[in-house]
């Protein structure tokens, strides 16, 4: 998955390169999540060793707890898409306006 996120971030970086002055994004954006990518190996990780932890657990506490683990490593997965989806939303509602007005400055 990690691939298909950095070829997504490598579309959206490309995009808005050819939209000159009128880019959508912010170099802070796109770094932002180019460093979030470091983020979803160490999740994966940290995902994999909770997995393998809660099935060898036999105590009902210890099962309880490593529960709410995955709920929360979870949470971290979707902050990290929800972060990327935002770009993908920023572009695609504002790409076609910003096309026109680098094409009339063209024009002129």
């Known amino acids: 998955m990690i691939n298909e996120i950095e070829k997504t971030l490598e579309v959206l970086e490309k995009l808005n390169a050819q939209l000159g002055k009128h880019r959508i994004l912010t170099k802070e954006e796109i770094e932002e ?19 393998e932890d809660l099935q060898g657990s036999a105590d009902v506490d210890e099962t309880c707890k490593l529960l709410i683990e995955l709920h929360l490593k979870i949470l971290d997965y979707i902050w990290h898409y929800d972060q990327l989806h935002e770009l993908v939303r920023k572009m695609a509602g504002n790409y076609r306006e910003q096309t026109k007005l680098l094409m009339t400055k063209k024009d002129n």
Not at 33 to 51: R, T
């Open 33 to 51: 999540e180019y460093a979030n990518i470091s983020d979803f190996a160490i999740l994966k990780k940290e995902l994999n060793s909770l997995l």
